[in-house]
């Protein structure tokens, strides 16, 4: 028997009704499929539990991630989770059909944001994925909103770099190929 | 000293690139930009919109049941 912690149904309906949305978040802080759902568990588990420390009329949907979010970090620190299979299972879980170029590309995308820290993946994905203001998000990670944005501008930009790679045979020659101690030669 | 991040100005209206010399660059740059943007969303939105795996379904079904039976 699960405890119940508050008596409004519209309140535990809407802690279920979030629930896909938890994954997507677990999913990119764990980047495993099989980590995302034990964490996804165990927070609605502890949510359910303390719903009636949720303060109706704020956002529950950044309560719920806060709650997964320390979830995750907490088991991080005690070795609890798996080390993420950052080139497999991430990306692979997204279709695999060949022919729709849309897909091929967020698979692509989905590789290069693997590689991303934890704190910008958590940025981009609560802000850009989620949707939540930059102050929800960081209240959500327990920093300043400045660092919120500054993670988010880090991560961008590496994103950019990664799937967007400098191709130096195509800039033009400023100065004269010479080998320098740079070089390393 | 005040910083400006990219993240604050994304929302607001975007120029076309200048017809200058770094035009295509910067073209390409803000492609970029705008393929990220989406790319976020979509990769959240693909997991939102997937079934829930069975134990994850089996755990909501509990407590909406319990919740039936309490009530």
């Known amino acids: 028997m699960i405890e119940k912690a508050t008596n409004d149904p519209a309140i535990r309906n809407k802690l279920i009704s979030l629930v896909p949305e938890l994954r997507a978040f677990a999913l990119s802080l764990s980047r495993n499929p099989s980590t995302a759902d034990d964490l996804v568990q165990e927070t609605v588990l502890k949510a359910w539990a303390k719903l009636d420390s949720f303060q109706p009329g704020t956002n529950m949907r950044a309560w719920l991630f806060t709650i997964l979010r320390n979830t995750f970090y907490s088991d991080a620190r005690k070795g609890k989770r798996e080390i993420a299979d950052v080139d497999g299972a991430y990306a692979a879980r997204l279709s695999q059909k060949p022919d729709h170029d849309g897909r091929l590309a967020l698979r692509d995308f989905a590789v290069a944001f693997a590689t991303l820290p934890d704190d910008q993946r958590e940025a981009l994905i609560l802000i850009g994925g989620s949707g939540l203001s930059y102050e929800e998000a960081a209240q959500t990670c327990g920093c300043a909103v400045g660092t919120i944005k500054s993670r988010l501008h880090r991560g961008r930009a590496r994103l950019a770099e990664l799937l967007n790679p400098v191709d130096d045979t195509t800039r033009p020659e400023t100065a004269p190929q010479m080998a320098g101690p740079e070089d390393g030669c | ?71």
């Open chain 2, 1 to 71: 000293m005040t910083k400006i991040f990219y993240a604050e100005s994304r929302d607001m209206p975007r120029e076309d690139p200048k017809p200058t010399e770094d035009g295509d660059e910067a073209g390409r740059s803000s492609d970029i930009d705008q393929q990220i943007t989406d790319n976020l969303r979509r990769l959240y939105q693909a997991t939102v919109d997937e079934e829930l795996p069975p134990s994850l379904q089996k755990l909501l079904d509990q407590l909406q049941a319990q919740d039936r039976d309490d009530d």
